[in-house]
């Protein structure tokens, strides 16, 4: 996550704000902020952020959407951020699994796609799932609800097309959307 003084005359250090991450599921995150210091903070979450837990069987997740928030001095705030998973064969996050901020993000492509205005603003979770795992997993797993599921349909599989092609990345570079 990026941090900034919400004025921008001060230089930042990661000590001014406590975090508390967790899992919540394949598509939400928790995230509670806590100011150390007597001026406001601009906390910037942009898409493509992923994050990292200590657990090997938990997967990673990524932030779909832009949030900033100004936290006022000492004061805490908590907030669900939309995510999906950059690790498809490994388990879902629950609210045990603590998590850390990868900053800057680390994967151009992921972040060019995340922040895409198509994947923000015209495209389901099941299609924005799919999108993230060409690029993290190179595949598919079945995603659906209580045990079932599937992978893309053609019609997804376009929409996946369109959305990497929108958002300027190469469809060449994945061989699954050839």
């Known amino acids: 996550m990026g941090w900034g003084w919400a004025d921008n005359t001060k230089e930042f250090d990661d000590d001014m704000v406590n975090t508390i991450i967790r899992g919540a599921g394949l598509e939400k ?6 100011s150390n210091v007597d001026v406001s903070i601009l906390v910037s979450i942009i898409p493509g952020t992923l994050f990292e837990t200590i657990s090997v069987s938990v997967q990673t997740m990524v932030a779909r959407e832009l949030r900033e928030i100004t936290l006022e001095p000492y004061a805490e705030i908590s907030l669900e951020l939309d995510v999906a998973c ?16 990868v ?30 795992w060409v690029i993290t997993d190179g595949g598919f797993v079945p995603l659906g609800s209580v045990g079932t599921g599937s992978g893309p349909s053609e019609d997804e599989m376009r929409q996946i097309r369109h ?7 190469s469809v060449g570079e994945y061989s699954v959307l050839n």
């Open 29 to 34: 995150m928790e995230i509670t902020l806590e």
């Open 86 to 101: 950059a690790s498809m064969h490994l388990d879902a996050p629950s609210l045990g699994d603590s998590f850390t901020a």
């Open 103 to 132: 900053w800057p993000p680390t994967i151009p492509n992921l972040s060019k796609l995340v922040s895409s205005r198509n994947f923000l603003e015209n495209e389901s979770f099941r299609v924005q799932q799919f999108a993230v």
């Open 163 to 169: 959305l990497f092609e929108s958002a300027g990345i």
